[in-house]
């Protein structure tokens, strides 16, 4: 150390102080970031800087260890004057490691999967009025042009640092512009011969105009919509309900308990509801589904009724039998690896499946019956989680609409025949590998026995 020289001292100790300062003035500005979109509503870019945390706290780390060594170094040299700068920047350094850098990365998969379950693709109704303006193959794009779109909400504003040529804004928003267009056209030009009048749909939707069947003149449908069908992610609105601590990258329950799990349920919940909740079926046997699930032996299954008195909380109003579906999803997701989280979100198998809904209606399916599919989607949904293994594609629909249609003893339709059902259910079968699918199926269909309704 010796051989270190005046002007070497003096040069070490400003670069360690050009660190120090450098950090501080990061540190403040991302915790500043931070705290506005949280009071602010910002949800979008909240939740998409969470999915980085760990990286910028580890570089923060890794700038206070430099600045450390480099003041040891200059310490060393002779400095003596730096002893009170050592132990400052030494304890900024262990705090940054071990209060924020170390539960960053902790929780960086949560923070993943957090984002895919607010961001996933979201089911909304479209008012009667606007359901006809949506035709053609790939509608989206053409309807998103050139119209005059509403001040986005808080909750979807995005950083415009990377420009995307997905759509961001949501399609309730481009529609009912859309409308307020034509209607102005209409009303400059009343006699207008040339004009094509809105013709109302009464057919099975294109693919991806993301409606599910049926469509009906003067009827509400149901959409899902999402970067499927060139949408771009954001933050489902329900967000508005949720208690900020459960929003939080380390939440808690209003008991005291992990969070993680209420979060990412009350993510799915808020995107996946479609038009009539509170007409799920559901008659859940939650010993039996427990005992034959992926996730045996279910140790969070003791948090049952603190996980049912945040959801009670939240969806009471919609039904007892949708709070059951949203203790039961939490449990399962609570139980779950991170990464059989992330492989379930991103085969969106936390939606009714669309094609299937539009592929069973040009078969012929009743109204009747595609309302049942609808219903079970929440059954399927819990049987699916409860089964899943990564790469398994097939949400188990087709079986559990054939148990539940046999519990009631209604005749099978027609349709259940064909060769492409027949596949279906032979995939749904094969996907289950070892699983007991018949017995979680009865788990969730424990005391049906009564006919139908609609």
Known sequence: MSKITDAQRIQIFWTAATIAVAVSLVHGAITTLVEICESEGLWTVRFSLGRREHIWWTAIAVALVASLGCMVLSFLAGNS???????????????????????????????????????????????????????????????????????????????????????????TDILKAKKRLIDSESEKQPDEKSKTP???????????????????????????????IGFSPRVSRGVLAVPQRLLQSSPLTSSGHNGQPVCLAHGILGRNKGLEPHTFILSLNPFRLEE??????????????YY???MNAAYGGVGATFVAAATELALLLADSS????????NLRMEHQDHALNNQLARLGASDEELKVLYRLSYAAMLVSLSAHRKGRKWRPEMKLFTAYWRKCGGEMPAWIDTTVVAERIGREESGAGD????????????????????
Request: overall charge neutral; aromatic content about 8%.
């Open 308 to 310: 049912r008195e945040e």
């Open 81 to 171: 004057n730096d002893s009170l700068g050592i132990i400052l920047l030494a304890s900024a350094s262990s705090l940054a490691v071990f209060r924020y850098a170390w539960p960053a990365w902790r929780n960086r998969h949560y923070c993943s999967n957090r984002w895919a379950a607010w961001t996933g693709p979201s089911r909304t109704g479209i008012d009667a009025t606007l359901v006809p303006l949506i035709e053609g193959n790939d509608p989206w794009p053409i309807l998103s042009k050139d119209v005059p779109i509403m001040k986005q909400h808080p909750v979807e504003i995005r950083l415009p640092i990377f420009k995307s040529n997905l759509i961001a804004d949501d399609p």
């Open 198 to 228: 809105i013709k109302p749909l009464n057919r099975v939707p294109d693919d991806k105009t993301g409606l599910y069947a049926p469509i009906h003149a003067g009827k509400s449908a149901s959409l899902l919509w999402g970067s499927h």
């Open 435 to 454: 699983t007991d699918l018949d017995a979680l199926i009865e788990a969730v269909l424990y005391e049906i026995d009564t006919p139908r309704s609609v």
């Open 338 to 345: 991170h990464s059989l989280i992330e492989d379930w979100l």
């Open 292 to 305: 034959k699930c992926v996730q045996w032996p279910r140790p969070s299954k003791v948090l049952r009724t």
